[in-house]
């Protein structure tokens, strides 16, 4: 299976800007669906965005403006960036590869937004 490795997050303070990365172990290609998801403190784990093979994206109401996700499939690695950044923003934030057969998800990358 398909290996999901998160990068990019950190401490950004309020309308700062950061750039996750999501490299994957093989093609992503396979996958009908791919996105980021985040969990904060206390929370259940939400949707932020997601896009499909054919290019098709969906965001949470909460980022759309300001967060775009896109995926490379010659370095089969999945990136969100994310701009305008608000303290309600901090969480772990997840990749996921959604396939016909199985999801792969990543081990997560903490992102904390604070002055």
């Known amino acids: 299976q398909v290996q999901l490795v998160e990068s990019g997050g950190g401490l950004v303070q309020p309308g700062g800007s950061l750039r996750l990365s999501c490299a994957a172990s093989?093609?992503?290609?396979?996958?009908?669906?791919l996105g980021w998801y985040r969990q904060a403190p206390g929370k259940e784990r939400e949707l932020v965005a997601t896009?499909?093979?054919?290019?098709?994206?969906n965001y949470a109401d909460s980022v759309k403006g300001r967060f775009t996700i896109s995926r490379d499939y010659i370095t089969d690695t999945i990136h969100l960036q994310m701009n305008s950044l608000k303290p309600e923003d901090t969480a772990v934030y997840y990749c996921?590869?959604?396939?016909?057969?199985?999801?792969?998800w990543g081990q997560g990358t903490q992102v904390t937004v604070s002055s």
């Open positions: 093989g093609s992503i290609f396979k996958f009908t669906e």
């Open positions: 996921k590869a959604a396939g016909y057969s199985y999801d792969s």
């Open positions: 896009i499909t093979r054919g290019g098709s994206t």
